[in-house]
């Protein structure tokens, strides 16, 4: 994704937006642009339902949060939510880590002994994946991708908003390779997140200018 797209120059902007702003986006999230109150200046930023759904997304972090840059954070794995939900499970409960959990129920399983049930909390994720994102940016996948965000918001765990425009562009993608990545990101062995990869502003910037678009991209860019 090119650092040339207006949208994503808007993220990397979004903590110099005004609280009203902010809590106008806060608002519409689930909403269609059209439908939403104060908010019909973003269609000079994007004309994309999921672009709008992003932002709204992101703006339920607080103002306090998003202007500290805690409502974003890379992750090295590609998966955005896949990542952040893996981690606010294991902040939440060591033993609900699905990176451990899945190893040690095969391992029960392997000894013949009785295997534990899922976590509601990995459930929840699980019947996301299976959401579907209507057109228009509204649709069962932003209810529950909205709670989910909340969530997050409420016990300071980061999303990387980048790569969540990234995704939802593609969600919609016949071949699913975006839940494929969440899953993955979700249930693989987590990877220590660098300082100074947490807060990204306008210092991401030089990353994103380096990243060429794959082929890959170009055809998530056209999902819509």
Same mark, same amino acid.
């Given at each position: 994704m090119s650092s040339d797209d207006p949208f994503i120059r808007y993220l990397y902007s979004l903590? !110099?937006?005004d609280t009203g702003t902010l809590a106008a986006l806060r608002r519409a999230c689930g909403q269609r642009l059209a439908e939403s109150r104060n908010c019909q200046n973003f269609a000079s930023i994007s004309s994309r339902p999921a672009?709008?759904? /992003?932002? /709204?997304?992101?703006a339920q972090y607080s103002a306090a949060?998003?202007?500290a840059g805690r409502h974003h954070a890379r992750y090295d794995y @590609?998966? =955005?939510?896949?990542?952040?939900?893996?981690?606010?499970?294991?902040e939440r409960d060591r033993d609900q880590d699905p990176a451990t959990f899945y190893r040690r129920r095969q391992e029960a399983l392997a000894r013949g002994q009785d295997s534990? @049930? =899922?976590?509601?909390?990995?459930?929840r994720f699980r019947t996301l994946l299976d959401a579907e994102l209507?057109?228009?940016g509204t649709g069962e996948l932003a209810y529950r991708l909205r709670g989910l965000v909340r969530m997050c918001a409420a016990t300071e765990v980061p999303i990387d908003v980048i790569q969540l425009a990234h995704d939802l562009r593609g969600w919609r993608a016949e071949s699913r390779y975006v839940q494929e990545r969440w899953a993955r990101a979700f249930y693989g062995q987590p990877k220590k997140i660098a300082?100074? !990869?947490?807060?990204?502003?306008?210092?991401?910037?030089?990353?994103?200018?380096?990243?060429? !678009?794959?082929?890959e991209d170009q055809g998530e860019i056209h999902a819509d």
């Open positions: 903590k !110099q937006e672009d709008f759904f /992003t932002a /709204t997304l992101a949060q998003i202007k @590609r998966g =955005s939510i896949g990542s952040a939900w893996a981690r606010f499970c294991r534990a @049930r =899922s976590p509601a909390i990995h459930e209507e057109i228009d300082k100074d !990869q947490v807060a990204a502003g306008n210092s991401d910037m030089e990353e994103v200018k380096n990243e060429g !678009q794959t082929d």
